[in-house]
């Protein structure tokens, strides 16, 4: 178990400022904010892409590395095929049966019928879900997701959020960045929001919503609900 | 990586450029080459005792230096001085004389150093001179240049500090000295061989030609260091023997021979 | 200009085997050139797109600089090393098809390595989250990227190649010229135009630059298959 993974006085730059957080195991976790607030950052400083300026980031547990994944906004593939994609994340992870959990991953996101086609000719929505696929072959504890679905249409985004929901029921937990706050109810169970570059509320996602108990979440809540 | 292995076993098998066929190495000059003697020569040596002749061509300066590196088997030039200079600092085995051609004073036809059908080689430098005609010269330690060096000694004439900008050093080979000299109607001296295998003649002519000292003695010498002594002496050997001087002899350009066997003489 | 032409096509029907000879080992010499150069260029500079060491910035200017190398500057270098006098003299390379291959290797390995460092480098920027983030890094990550963008990688090949085909000045030195032996077609054109025999060095001119074309040609159409295949 890597879970829980502590932030002690964490900063980066001028974008975070010192912050304290613990991430534990259960419940999906969304970080809100709006544009510029620094949840890009702050999911790149716990999924160890970025070294932090200040303060520590640490996983509890062996191998840390090997029991997270991240999938960001645009999905980044070889050019290889589809079911190549999916093995290619394997390979790298020395795992064994490897064809077996490439052909199982491609199915769980309904990608089965596209496996040997080209990954790059696939639609954006679809290579977004084979990101999934090569996230979930490798059977993550942590799932790390920056803003999945901010460049998709509403059916692929529907897509993408019930594969995501399929992670949350097979025990991975979910760590996602968003500024979409319908997403963040439909799929979280507490809301870390961020302000400037602050922790500012942390609450389950109902209570957040319905009684966000600082002035700029309340303000946030209100500016985006017209475009929810 | 096995692909490297490939390529290199590939790369070696080829890389001799005679599936393991005997051959020694020449250093000559590029008039002699061009001249197409060892076009008729080389196949006659080659077929009868199998060893490949692979000459590189060069100025005479080159070609000697190239024999005191090693990186030549045999020597075969024509300028006598530093021949025998090659011998003496102790690069050369011997050094054996071969054959003469001539040199040939060639000028525009227009001559407007007056020397045309002249048999006077010296005076007809020192007509150039005095008309500060327009004069090509190789400039690049060739044997040709040498001989042109002696020829203004001869005349009197201190070229070195004497020379206007009438007088054109290039700095390279015969062909690219007859281009030059055609293009700027200029006078230059060429071995008559290069000359009449020259196509792009332009209006030159022969203006000076039969003067003694005009004549090219060749000489051709193994290089002490060779590690193909035996291959190099065995080409040596049938040069100046009676039917390396009789394949010599047979060489013409236009009916015209070209080279006079003299070994041993 | 015209009898040259006729003469570049004459020579082509006549098949002359002489002809053919010069032309196959040019072939041979810059294409093994280029084969060498690739296979030592290509994750040299892929590796060193994505390395961080102290004085990179200066090797990579240094590279940038070394595909202006003059060919008889090379020629040199490597005629020194492979004479008699020099240090590899006894490898007995010297004007061999085998010391024109090296000196052409030599000429063209900067500008596929640079050219290489450049790609990598230019595609890195969009493939290193996803790969770091999937653990891989390093050398593994430099190779990925260069196999994903190997099609890309065909223009600095091609530059290789119209290098070495071009070049007379490093062959002439480490080959020599010798008939039948290491003439290629650059240097043929070279003794043609010395010896006064225009036409003929530019119908061989031609016929250089032919080979050349149909050589691009292909590997235009090579990289326009696979880009429809794998997109």
Known sequence: MILPLRLEQVSFLHVLQPLSLAIEAGPSTIILGANGAGKSVLMRLMHGLLAPSSGKVSWSGADPRRRQAMVFQRPVMLRRSAFQNVLYALDVAGVTGAERLASEALAEVGLSHVARQPARVLSFGEQQRLALARAWALHPEVLFLDEPTASLDPTATREIEAVIRAFDASGTKIVMATHNLGQARRLGDEVIYLHQGRVVERAPVEKFFAQPSTAEAAAFIKGELPWV | MGLMRVLILFFALFSSGADAQQYITVASTTSTEQSGLFKHLLPIFEKKTGIQVRVVALGTGQALDMGRRGDADVVFVHAKPLEEKFVAEGFGVRRHEVMYNDFVLIGPKADPARIAGGKDAVQALQRIHQAKAPFVSRGDRSGTHFAELELWKAAAIDIAHDKGSWYREIGQGMGPALNTASGMGAYLLSDRGTWL??????????????????????????????????????????VISAEGQKAIAAYKIGGEQLFFPNAGG | ??????????????????????????????????????????????????????????????????????????????????????????????????????????????????????????????????????????????????????FSLLTAVLAGLGRASAEVGAVMIVGGNIDGVTRVMTTAIALETSKGDLPLALGLGLVLIAVVLALNAAAFLVREAAQKRYG
Request: charged share 15%; glycine share 10%; hydrophobic share 55%.
């Open chain 2, 197 to 238: 295998s020259f196509k792009n003649r332009g209006d030159l002519v022969i203006a000076v030609e039969g003067d003694r000292r005009l004549f090219n003695q060749y000489g051709i010498m193994l290089v002490r260091t060779s590690a193909k002594s035996q291959l190099g002496q065995a080409f040596i050997d049938w």
């Open chain 3, 1 to 150: 200009m015209g009898e040259a032409l006729g003469n570049a096509l004459v020579l082509v029907a006549s098949g002359d085997a002489t002809l053919l000879g010069i032309v196959g080992l040019s072939l041979f010499v810059s294409l093994s050139a280029v084969a060498l150069a690739t296979a030592l260029g290509l994750p040299l500079g892929a590796v060193l797109a994505v390395a961080h060491f102290p004085g990179r910035r200066a090797v990579v200017v240094l590279l940038n600089a070394l595909m202006g190398l003059p060919p008889v500057v090379v020629g040199l270098m490597v005629y020194l090393l492979l004479s008699r006098a020099g240090p590899l003299g006894s490898l007995g390379l010297l004007f061999t098809p085998g010391a024109m291959v090296i000196a052409q290797t030599v000429l063209i390995l900067p500008i596929i390595a640079a050219l290489c460092r450049q790609a990598v480098e230019d595609a890195w920027v969009e493939y290193q989250e996803q790969l770091r983030s999937l653990g891989v890094e390093g050398a593994r990550a430099a190779l990925t990227v260069l196999w994903d963008i190997r």
